[in-house]
């Protein structure tokens, strides 16, 4: 009801927030998704997020949809919202089953790249004194010459019980960068991991559970 008030021609949103989705659907509101994570196929929402249609609140949330508002909802799909129109931020290179989507709702876009941040904005210093990461530090390695490679755990991965340990990732890093010389790894693990678990830092890395992100994309060289 407070949707159609605003009388919307287009709704915009991420595919994994199910509800703009339930209702432009409902109220035949054309919808445009954004694939932030990877675009899973039929097949894959299946085996990934099958799980879901078991879950009680899932199916409360099934039965008053089609009961309220005629709605058919699949718990699998929750975080799978595809529109007819789904931007994809990859190339179909870094993404197989986007590619082999046969029914013309995927659009590749490319990677969305962040505007380069001038040292010391108010959001970096923020983050710097929540999380102990110096930026700073990270820049004079860089300006020395230094290779600035970011690895992130993300925030899915080892995190729910359906998703596997990131823990031999972790330490595959570790193991292919730990001492290489003029080298800086920055590696965000998660704010879920027990960092008891991490393996010794070698001393060209820097760990935190996280980082500041935009800031760190402007200066990594790799991601």
């Known amino acids: 009801e407070q949707v159609q008030a605003f009388s919307p021609e287009l709704v915009i949103s991420d595919a994994m927030y199910p509800w703009s989705n339930v209702v432009a659907q ?3 509101i054309p919808i445009i998704t954004s694939c932030s994570s990877t675009f899973f196929s039929n097949e894959g929402i ?19 949809l089609n009961e309220k508002y005629s709605f058919d909802f699949d718990p699998a799909t929750v975080y799978c919202n595809y529109s007819e129109f789904t ?9 197989e089953a986007a590619k082999a989507d046969t029914t013309g709702k995927v659009r590749f876009f490319g990677p969305s790249f962040p505007p380069l941040l001038e040292a010391g904005t108010s959001d970096e210093h923020f983050e710097e004194d929540y999380l102990g990461v110096d930026m700073d530090a ?14 992130s755990m993300g925030t899915v991965c080892g995190q729910f019980s359906c998703t596997p340990d990131t823990l031999p990732v972790i330490q595959s890093v570790v193991t292919a960068f730990g001492g290489k010389e003029n080298t800086t790894v920055v590696l965000a693990y998660g704010q879920n991991f027990d960092k008891k678990r991490l393996p010794e830092c070698p001393n060209n890395f820097i760990m935190a559970y996280r980082v500041p992100q935009i800031t760190m994309l402007s200066i990594a060289d790799v991601f």
């Open 26 to 28: 409902s109220l035949l």
């Open 138 to 151: 990270i820049r004079e390695r860089k300006a020395k010459g230094d290779t600035i490679i970011y690895s």
């Open 87 to 95: 931007i994809v931020w990859t190339t179909e290179d870094f993404d």
């Open 46 to 64: 299946d085996a990934m997020m099958g799980f879901l249609r078991d879950i009680d609140y899932q199916k409360d949330c099934q039965r008053i």
